[in-house]
């Protein structure tokens, strides 16, 4: 089977490999799409050479078809879905309760520590294998992982549907899906905080009033029509200074909430004292969720329409992920068969 190899420096050359067996407890899938996620800019510049476990193959936004089974696994060929990026037990208390993105024994994700959806077929475990509804795509499948299952995690975490005014911080993938949850939680007025132009127009496009950070502080202009502030803050970003921006934003019992991975954070504890401030921090989403979130798009609470922005074939993802990286784009989907 053909797979992109990334030898870092943003060359990635598509190689031949055997196309892999499943285990006992796993399926072959026929691969779709896979999406590219900022979290792989590492392997775009320095190569997967040096991260042991992906055998080369990463992407884990992935959609697919099953084409074969393990001794074990009962699922039909032709089933069509998505795959859990995090390999969860399945035993613990947490996985008992469907919190499978807290699992205490999860051994690792597709894409980083086992292989992933850059290539025309990956193996996965049954467990973490989503079949979708009749009504959605294997393209809109793809967006029910990280762009609409990371914010509407996070969202329930804040009870979003009791919140009138919002702002979200970075509109790469999961700030544009924030903001479209946002509105399906029927969140009335929402600011977007970006620098790109590209991704600010994304945004206003998804019913959010565009604030350019260009123009000025954000914190600032949003004060200007909001004079106490918003109830919630999302930070997508994983930058001290839109942290610290989003504590500042929100007013007397406001809510704010962290997905955006970065460095260390200072903070004044009396910002989060003197409001009464909520801060919580968010990872992933269970497998609890799937459904809730498939409804949405089920629904049409959710357009994909307006998150699936370009569709590249495996063999140019290097010119995909450049622009990705330059903010040019929402979702960015690779099609893996040729």
């Known amino acids: 089977m053909r797979f992109a190899h990334f030898q870092g420096n943003g060359v990635i050359r598509i190689e031949e490999i055997e196309r892999p067996s499943p285990a006992v407890d796993e399926v072959l899938l026929k691969v779709d799409s896979c999406a590219i996620c900022g979290s792989e800019k590492e392997f775009f510049l320095k190569g997967t050479e040096d991260y042991k476990g992906t055998r080369n193959i990463i992407g884990h936004e992935v ?6 089974n393990g001794e074990s696994t009962k699922i039909p060929e032709g089933t069509r879905g998505i795959v859990l990026a995090n390999i969860y037990c399945g035993r613990c208390n947490f996985c008992q309760k469907g919190l499978t993105n807290m699992c205490r024994n999860g051994i690792g994700s597709y894409g980083f520590n086992f292989p992933g959806g850059y290539a025309e077929y990956m193996t996965v475990k049954e467990r973490c294998f989503l079949p979708l509804n009749k009504n959605v795509s294997l393209e809109e499948g793809v967006l029910l992982l990280d762009m609409i299952g990371v914010p509407a995690h996070a969202l329930r975490k804040v009870n979003a549907e009791n919140v009138k005014t919002a702002t979200v911080f970075g ?10 949850v946002m509105r399906a939680f029927g969140v009335s007025r929402i600011y977007a905080v970006e620098a790109v132009k590209y ?3 994304q945004a206003q496009r998804l019913g959010a009033e565009p604030v350019d950070i260009n123009q000025g502080n954000a914190v600032t202009q949003i004060k200007d029509k909001e004079k106490l502030g918003v109830d919630l803050a999302l930070e997508a970003v994983g930058n001290p200074l839109t942290q610290k921006q989003a504590l500042d934003i929100v007013d007397i019992n406001g809510k704010v909430i962290f997905i955006g991975h970065g460095p260390k954070l200072e903070m004044d504890p009396n910002v989060l004292i003197l409001k009464n401030v909520s801060l919580l921090g968010s990872w992933y989403f269970p497998l609890n969720e799937f459904k809730q979130n498939q409804d949405l798009i089920i629904e049409h609470k959710i357009d994909p329409r307006l998150l699936i922005s370009h569709k590249f074939p495996l063999d140019r993802l290097s010119e995909a992920f450049n622009i990705f990286l330059k903010g040019e784009s929402a979702k960015v989907l690779i099609k893996s068969q040729q």
């Open 171 to 180: 509109c790469g993938p999961i700030g544009l899906g924030a903001i479209s």
């Open 199 to 201: 991704r600010l127009l």
């Open 63 to 68: 959609s697919g078809t099953v084409v074969g």
